[in-house]
């Protein structure tokens, strides 16, 4: 039976909801309807996904880095959109370290009927349907909020492999940006992170761009930050700094070869659009849960540095030894390999 309206929740940052992209359409394959609620930092991914008919934003304090209040009229908000929309079922997915309860407990005054997360701690009546996972295993993050959708009653639908995915066609590129890049066929560097201690430093950037073009390779550098994009692009690649909504830089990422880029959104980006990653990689979180899912991929960076699994934002080993033992030829090595 498919069920009317589904809500589909998802409230940190793009790559986390680039990576419930398979439970989504799990769910979309079983409901007429799938509504995704995502933060402001993963809602522009969001409307990328297969099978959503609509996004609802809404910041959950309690994920949220920007330290949001929590206050009734907040809370309302939330409730009354939710109790609008009146979903048969929601299924809130997490990471291994967020708890779903406290928008469960939101959902319920919202008056969801079904409410489905997975959770170690006792929900009481929160909960409808508790999946519980055995968390010191490490299992991508992709197939652990698929499971908790298969344990909701939902399934992809034959011939869905549950790899990444973005909708089809992409906008395409403006004609600035596509006069930059060139054809297809470029090697994408990203330079930037959402957390400082998930970053490679923006001098080896430099290096590994310049050696790269000086390989034979034409390198396109991708970002938000402008000064950081200019200094890693300097004379040697172009630089798209600035110049492209997520849907662009999705188009951007489709086009390479292969792309460079840290443990942040983008590089899942890659995977949704099916181009292989070599991943600068910080072990604050596990690669075995959070490395590019679905396509190949060199994993580079010391998966045992004293950092490993303490979900810093701020490296907290002195020297950020993890990334900074990456070297330049190691990345250009691995394009190769990759390319």
Not at 75 to 103: C, G, M, N, Y
Not at 247 to 274: D, F, I, K, Q, Y
Request: proline share 9%; charged share 20%; net charge neutral.
């Amino acid at each position: 039976m498919r069920r009317a309206t589904v809500l589909v929740a998802r409230l940190d940052n793009a790559g986390d909801v680039l990576l419930a992209g398979p439970a989504v359409r799990a769910v979309a394959a079983g409901a007429r309807r799938v509504v995704v609620l995502a933060g402001p930092y993963g809602r522009a991914a969001a409307e990328l996904l297969p099978g959503v008919d609509e996004v609802l934003e809404w910041r959950a304090p309690w994920i949220d880095p920007d330290h949001v209040p929590m206050t009734r009229a907040h809370a309302a908000r939330l409730i009354e959109k939710v109790r609008a929309l009146a979903p048969d079922t929601a299924l809130i997915l997490t990471s291994f370290h967020q708890s779903a309860l406290p928008l469960a407990l939101l959902l319920r005054l919202a008056r969801t009927r079904r409410i489905a997360a997975i959770s170690e701690d006792y929900p009481g009546s929160l909960l409808d349907v508790r999946h519980v996972v055995d968390e010191s295993v490490d299992v991508p993050e992709a197939e652990r909020m698929l499971g908790l959708a298969r344990a909701a009653g939902f399934e992809l639908p034959p011939g869905d492999d549950g790899r990444l995915a973005v909708r089809r066609p992409l906008p395409p590129p403006s004609p600035h940006v596509a006069h930059l890049t060139g054809p297809p066929g470029y090697v994408v560097v990203h330079p930037g992170t959402t957390a400082p201690a998930r970053a490679w430093p923006a001098d080896d950037h430099a290096r590994t761009v310049k050696e790269l073009v000086e390989s034979g390779f034409r390198v396109v550098v991708t970002g938000d930050e402008t000064a950081l994009t200019a200094e890693v692009a300097g004379t040697y690649a172009a630089d798209l700094g600035g110049t492209t909504t997520f849907a662009e830089l999705a188009a951007v990422l489709a086009g390479a070869s292969v792309v460079v880029a840290g443990n942040t959104g983008p590089a899942h980006l890659a995977a949704a659009v099916g181009t292989p990653v070599v991943s600068l990689f910080s072990p604050v979180v596990p690669a075995a849960r959070w490395a590019p899912y679905g396509v190949p991929s060199v994993v580079l960076g010391d998966q045992e540095a004293p950092c490993r699994g303490s979900r810093a934002r701020i490296c907290p080993v002195p020297g950020h030894p993890c990334l900074t033992s990456v070297t330049a030829e190691q990345v250009v090595q691995s394009v190769r390999s990759l390319g």
